[in-house]
């Protein structure tokens, strides 16, 4: 089955800065790829996705990345806010959603 | 407008003593799932209703079962709940389970075991 793994763990920026989180996925047949947002106490909530016919996706200061080749998709967040703070998964799936094991980012004011 | 809803929000249970947590959607979604989730880790699958037809993660323990009576409601059944199933338990939804659709996710119930 899938395994998708995420690095780092943990990630702490100052607000303003840019911040990378990347993920490496095993299934070759996977073809969808979402970041979830997670705020402590509260459900996990897309922020972006990209599909497998696409190498790159932006949406305002999100951006998200796929190298189908090496199986590694990354997100990008520009010039970060402290609200961005929280948790972030990502996941992979050919049939069902396999989660990495997620990155704690705090932004620094 | 909640379009996954999870009750209660938070349980608490003895250990031993059955549980379910409920699940309904307003989605019209084929599939729903069921997501474990424990502090500081990832969501889990549990496993996932196929409009009728029920799928089990090939590592869910016995314990865990799930009923699902129509297509607006799932539930998570915990036969003997251990200490160890203590966790944020997720329903999600999606349209269809061509692995290409994203999942709408309730709010979670925070289970405890005391």
């Known amino acids: 089955g899938e395994n998708v793994e995420q690095h780092p763990s943990t990630l702490s920026v100052q607000e303003g800065d840019s911040a990378v989180i990347k993920c490496t996925y095993s299934?070759?047949?996977?073809?969808?790829f979402p970041w979830y947002k997670q705020e402590l106490g509260k459900r996990p909530q897309l922020i972006i996705d990209?599909?497998?016919?696409?190498g790159e996706k932006k949406d305002q200061r999100i951006a998200v990345t796929l190298n189908k080749t090496a199986k590694h998709f990354s997100l990008h967040i520009t010039e970060t806010q402290p609200e961005d703070s929280a948790v972030y998964f990502c996941a992979a799936s050919n049939h069902d959603m396999r989660f990495g094991a997620g990155t704690r980012l705090t932004v620094k004011p | 407008d909640a379009m996954v809803i999870q009750n209660p929000r938070y349980q608490v249970t003895q250990f031993g003593k059955p549980v379910t947590l409920s699940c309904s959607q307003t989605l019209n979604h084929n599939v729903m799932y069921w997501y474990q989730q424990k502090s500081s880790q990832a969501p889990k699958l549990l496993f996932h209703?196929?409009?009728?037809?029920?799928?089990n993660e090939a590592d869910t323990p016995d314990n865990f079962q799930s009923r699902r009576p129509n297509t607006s409601f799932c539930f998570l059944d915990i036969r003997s709940p251990g200490l160890g199933d203590a966790a944020m338990y997720l329903c999600a939804t999606s349209r269809d389970r061509t692995g290409r659709e994203k999942l709408f996710f309730g709010s979670g119930t925070q289970l405890s075991v005391l």
């Open positions: 990209i599909r497998s016919n696409v």
């Open positions: 299934d070759s047949a996977s073809n969808y």
């Open positions: 209703y196929y409009d009728k037809d029920f799928n």
